[in-house]
C-alpha cells in the first residue's frame, strides 16, 4: 500500500530473545514478545500509506511483518544495527529512506506527515531520543552519510550531516523520543498513549502506573 | 521590556536549600544554586521580548531576578507551587499568562514563537515533562481553569480543558520535556545544550558524559 511516495520504512527489529532484557525484572519473555508486537502495529498506524521494511534475524518477528502487518521483510545476515541498516540499503531500491526503531509507540500519523513536508527542503530529518540517541533518521539519499548507531547517534549523525554541508532539520518530538527499555519507560506510555495497542496491552496485563519524585525515577510501575 | 505583547510568564522557584536535592549526591549547594541561576538565564533568553515575573521565598534568587535578569517579582506568602501560582494571578493584571517551571534550559525563542502564534486560535496549550507532569502552561485567561501541578498534572491540566470544552494544543517538545533533577538528566544538557549557560557552567565544574545502556539509565556522568 503506498500513496505514490517513493520512500521506504526500514524497521530494524532485535531478536525476540534479545528483547528488552533490561524489562524481564518485570515482563515474561512471551510478555516483552508481546509487547513488541503490539508497539510494532501501533507503529505501521502511523506510517499508513508509507512503503515498510522490516529487517530481522528472528523469523517469528519476519512472519509477523508479512501476514500480521503486511511489511516487507528482510532477513538479516550480519549482525549489529548498523549492518543490518546498510544491508536493506543495499537490498531495497529506493533512495529516499525514514529509518525507525521498534519501540517508539507513541509516534503518530501527524509526525509522519511533518517529515514528509520538511523533506521537501531538507536532506536529512533526525528526532532525538533520550540518551542522545536517534529515533527517527529521513535521509533524501541513502548514500548521503555514513549510518552510525552508537553510542551518542545523535550527535554523530549531526556531525556527519554538517560534515557533508547537508540541509539538516532537528525534529523535536518529546513523543518520538520516549522508545521503551525500562520499567520507567511504560509509565509515559500510560500518560500519553491513551487508545494505542500498547497501553491497552499493558492494561490487559494488569499493569498500573503511580507518580513518584525521587532520584529512582518519575513513575512508580505496578502490576496486579 | 515587552514588545507590545500583553501577557506575563510566571516562573516559581523554590528556595535554594530546598533545590534538587535528588542532584546533591552529585552538586554542592553552592553549585546547585549556580546551575539553577544558569539555567534562569538560559530561559530568559528565549523568552526575550515578554514580561516574566518571578515567584519566590528565597530574597536570594529574588535579589537574583531583579538585579541580574531584570525580573518583576513577587514574594511567596505561602508554600507550595499551586499557591504561588494563584498568588501571582492575584497579582499580576496581565489576563493572559504562561507558566514555566524554572528548570528547563534547552527551551529556545523558537518554542515560544511557536505558543505565541498558537495562542491566537487555542485556550490552553500545554507540552509535558517526562513523568506525567507540565512543562509549560499557556492559558488565554488565568481563570479558565483550576491550577493542578501534583501528581500526573498533565493529565490534570487536560482534564481541567475538557470539563470546560476549552481549544486545549499538547505542545510536543522533547527539549521542553527535559526538566534537571537528577544526575541523568544532566546529560541531556550535554547532548541539546550547547551554548547555553548551563552546558558552559557544569563543564566548568568539571562535568562530562558518556554513552550507557543499561536499566540504571542512558548516561554516564562523571567529574574530573
Given at each position: 500500500?503506498?500513496?505514490?511516495?517513493?520512500?521506504?520504512?526500514?524497521?530494524?527489529?532485535?531478536?525476540?530473545?534479545?528483547?528488552k532484557?533490561r524489562?524481564?525484572?518485570?515482563?515474561?519473555?512471551?510478555?516483552?514478545?508481546?509487547?513488541?508486537?503490539?508497539?510494532?502495529?501501533?507503529?505501521?498506524?502511523?506510517?499508513?500509506?508509507?512503503?515498510?521494511?522490516?529487517?530481522?534475524?528472528?523469523?517469528?518477528?519476519?512472519?509477523?511483518?508479512?501476514?500480521?502487518?503486511?511489511?516487507?521483510?528482510?532477513?538479516?545476515?550480519?549482525?549489529?544495527?548498523?549492518?543490518?541498516?546498510?544491508?536493506?540499503?543495499e537490498?531495497?531500491?529506493?533512495?529516499?529512506?525514514?529509518?525507525?526503531?521498534?519501540?517508539?509507540p507513541?509516534?503518530?500519523?501527524?509526525?509522519?506527515?511533518?517529515?514528509?513536508k520538511?523533506?521537501?527542503?531538507?536532506?536529512?530529518?533526525?528526532?532525538?531520543?533520550?540518551?542522545?540517541?536517534?529515533?527517527?533518521?529521513?535521509?533524501?539519499?541513502?548514500?548521503?552519510?555514513?549510518?552510525?548507531?552508537e553510542?551518542?547517534?545523535?550527535?554523530?549523525?549531526?556531525?556527519?550531516?554538517?560534515?557533508?554541508?547537508?540541509r539538516?532539520?532537528?525534529?523535536?518530538?518529546?513523543?518520538?523520543?520516549?522508545?521503551?527499555?525500562?520499567?520507567?519507560?511504560l509509565?509515559?506510555?500510560f500518560?500519553?498513549?491513551?487508545?494505542?495497542?500498547?497501553?491497552?496491552?499493558?492494561?490487559?496485563?494488569?499493569?498500573?502506573?503511580?507518580?513518584?519524585?525521587?532520584?529512582?525515577?518519575?513513575?512508580?510501575?505496578?502490576?496486579?
Amino acid at each position: 500500500m503506498n500513496c505514490g511516495i517513493k520512500m521506504k520504512v526500514i524497521i530494524p527489529v532485535s531478536p525476540i530473545n534479545s528483547l528488552k532484557t533490561r524489562l524481564s525484572e518485570f515482563l515474561s519473555g512471551e510478555e516483552r514478545k508481546n509487547l513488541l508486537l503490539n508497539m510494532l502495529k501501533d507503529i505501521i498506524k502511523a506510517l499508513d500509506g508509507l512503503d515498510i521494511v522490516i529487517v530481522s534475524r528472528d523469523e517469528e518477528i519476519l512472519d509477523f511483518a508479512k501476514n500480521e502487518l503486511k511489511a516487507e521483510t528482510i532477513k538479516e545476515k550480519y549482525k549489529g544495527l548498523n549492518n543490518a541498516i546498510k544491508q536493506a540499503f543495499e537490498e531495497i531500491e529506493d533512495k529516499e529512506v525514514i529509518i525507525i526503531p521498534a519501540d517508539i509507540p507513541l509516534i503518530k500519523k501527524k509526525h509522519i506527515e511533518d517529515i514528509l513536508k520538511l523533506s521537501k527542503n531538507y536532506d536529512l530529518i533526525i528526532a532525538p531520543s533520550r540518551g542522545g540517541g536517534t529515533n527517527l533518521l529521513y535521509l533524501k539519499s541513502k548514500d548521503l552519510i555514513e549510518i552510525k548507531y552508537e553510542g551518542f547517534s545523535f550527535l554523530k549523525h549531526l556531525e556527519e550531516a554538517k560534515k557533508r554541508n547537508l540541509r539538516y532539520y532537528i525534529y523535536d518530538s518529546f513523543l518520538i523520543s520516549v522508545d521503551i527499555n525500562t520499567p520507567e519507560d511504560l509509565g509515559e506510555i500510560f500518560i500519553h498513549g491513551n487508545d494505542t495497542y500498547t497501553k491497552n496491552y499493558l492494561k490487559s496485563l494488569g499493569i498500573d502506573v503511580e507518580p513518584k519524585h525521587s532520584s529512582a525515577g518519575r513513575f512508580v510501575v505496578k502490576r496486579r
